[in-house]
């Protein structure tokens, strides 16, 4: 990060965060696990746990509801929860937090509700090429059911966002701008306080996919002025099953229920049901309980450590990464965005990218292989899939040298 | 190590390599894709078959090794044979592929079982797969309408 360039950072102390991971204890194949896989969902550590065990051995109980003793402590739980989300994200109000299912379910949430209410025939959605197809689909789908057309934009062979594209892209019936903080795929960091002045500057709104940036990106919803933002907590070392949707007041305020049911309501007759205010008004049904507490956890786990100190960290791994990578004959990194974070995307001549995760894993080194859920991305540079390695909080060099070693047997194999 | 070497046989290589009967197929014939949207497998096998024989079987298409040398080792085992005979063929090899790693190779499969190390990957079975897949979705089309198969 530019910032933390100018200062001296303290160092994350990376031996001291592995140990909260029992699971990285756990050898594969005979070997030292080096999970290189957190894009796709990081491990989980012992405080996120505990607090999900202690959740369910002390203080079960369903929420909102019943008068009893057990009932009060699995609310006050579920609702410091959401506190502890709106507080990691600055929003300014816990009420503009709603819970979800994950990243996607928030998107579909927004879809939706601009869907029914907001889009008609002639409107418009912006997207980027950078999407996650969770980012894609929900839109295609309120498109077809409003008669909106999707417009996207384009990215350069870096892998960046072509701004004035956008700045063209956003037009009279533009709608929404729906944009990731980061690509999964290639680790690109988006602008966001161009993209949102853009958008703002035509009054359009602003729908931030931050799945990817939540772990290692600060995020602060008030200083960036987004109008929605989605994230998983599956991704930022938290449980899966279980996320947020942030949104301002009035625009959630705006939105329609999303799913009916209890929870959601004010009053029901069957003349006419008058539905509660937010965030419960999108919170229909029993919720994941325990995974909002495991959420709060990993908040928790994540805001007590020195964010500069861990995007430092991160920063000098995928430069190292790069580093080693580029050394590897045959070897190809795709996507060298200006700005890039915590993802090394690769292909090389000599082996396809799923052998290369064959060979890997059985040194022990987990990383991801396919299109990420990003067809596009793949597309567009004219590939069928990549290899990518994807950094978190415990990846340390040695996990770099282990990728960079089990990509020289790679070379044994098929040279 | 030497799951990896059992896996990655010389003959597999090889076949990775120079893929045999690699390229379309000009003139009358029947075809079908296949796609393994996991990990961006595409395969498209062409065939032609005269009264009941195969009388030519290619393939194009990108994919990873196990995907790449399984396509190639079926045209050369499946050409020229009776469709029945084929047919036949594609139940053992299917058989033999999703059978647990100690289990007998059956006899007479050739050079087909240089793949059966692919048993010790459960992963990359369907890589292995995909092109049987997709040689039977080919025999089923018309040769006015190709097929689709996809391995989810």
Not at chain 1, 21 to 37: Q, T
Not at chain 1, 83 to 96: K, S, T
Not at chain 2, 36 to 46: A, E, S
Not at chain 2, 128 to 149: C, I, P, R
């Amino acid at each position: 990060m530019a910032d933390t360039e100018l200062h001296p950072t303290p160092s994350l102390d990376v031996e001291g965060l592995r140990a909260d991971f029992p699971i990285l204890a756990r050898p594969v194949h005979g070997k030292r696990l080096v999970y290189l896989d957190n894009a796709a969902t990081t491990q989980k550590p012992v405080q996120v746990l505990e607090a999900i065990d202690r959740y369910y051995r002390e203080s079960n109980a369903n929420i909102h509801r019943s008068a009893h003793w057990l009932a009060e402590q699995a609310t006050r739980l579920y609702e410091d929860a959401r506190i502890d989300v709106a507080r990691f994200l600055n929003a300014r109000e816990a009420a503009e937090i709603v819970f979800t299912r994950g990243c996607t379910e928030s998107i579909n949430l927004v879809a939706h509700g601009f869907a029914s209410e907001r889009l008609g025939p002639g409107d418009e959605i912006v997207v980027s090429w950078l999407e996650h197809h969770s980012n894609i689909v929900p839109w295609q789908l309120a498109c077809q059911r409003s008669g909106a057309t999707l417009r996207v934009v384009p990215i350069d062979d870096r892998g960046d966002i072509v701004l004035e594209e956008l700045a063209a892209a956003i037009g009279e019936r533009t709608r929404l701008v729906a944009i990731s903080a980061m690509s999964n795929a290639l680790g690109t960091i988006t602008p966001l306080d161009e993209v949102i002045r853009l958008a703002h500057a035509r009054d359009v709104p602003v729908l931030v996919d931050a799945a990817q940036a939540a772990p290692h990106l600060p995020l602060d919803v008030q200083a960036l002025d987004c109008d929605f933002l989605a994230f998983s907590a599956h991704k930022m070392y938290g449980p899966t099953g279980i996320g947020a949707l942030y949104a301002k007041r009035s625009l959630l305020e705006a939105l329609p229920p999303y799913q009916g049911g209890g929870e959601m309501i004010a009053s029901v007759t069957f003349e006419r049901t008058t539905y509660a205010e937010i965030p419960h008004r999108f919170e229909a049904g029993t919720p994941n309980i325990a995974g909002v507490v495991g959420f709060g956890a990993a908040v928790r786990y994540l805001s007590a450590i020195d964010r500069d100190a861990l995007a430092a960290h991160e920063d000098a791994l995928v430069a190292y990464a790069t580093e080693r990578l580029d050394a590897i004959p045959g070897l190809r990194i795709v996507g060298r965005a200006r700005r890039k974070a915590a993802v090394v995307s690769f292909v090389s001549e000599l082996a396809h990218p799923h052998d290369i995760g064959t060979i890997l894993d059985r040194d022990g080194v987990a990383i991801r292989t396919g299109h990420h859920c990003a067809q596009p991305i793949m597309d567009r540079y004219g590939i069928p899939a990549t290899a990518r390695a994807s950094f978190g909080l415990y990846n340390g060099r040695d996990d770099v040298d282990a990728l960079a070693d089990g990509l020289a047997g790679v070379a044994r194999i098929f040279g | 190590m030497s799951e990896l070497q059992d896996l990655y046989q010389e003959v597999i290589l090889d076949h990775n390599r120079t893929p045999r009967n690699f390229g379309s197929l000009e003139g009358p014939h029947r075809e079908a894709d296949g796609h393994n949207p996991l990990c961006g497998d595409r395969l498209r096998v062409f065939l032609r078959v005269t009264g009941d024989q195969i009388e030519a079987l290619r393939f194009v298409g990108s994919g990873c090794a196990i995907s790449k040398a399984s396509a190639s080792l079926m045209t050369d085992a499946l050409k020229g044979r009776s469709t029945a005979e084929a047919l036949r063929l594609v139940e053992t090899f299917t058989a033999m592929i999703t059978s647990a790693p100690d289990t007998p190779v059956p006899d007479g499969i050739g050079k087909l079982a240089a793949l059966a190390g692919v048993r010790e990957f459960p992963v990359r079975v369907k890589c292995a797969t995909l092109a049987w897949h997709t040689f039977k979705a080919a025999l089923d089309a018309s040769s006015e309408a190709a097929g689709e198969v996809t391995t989810e």
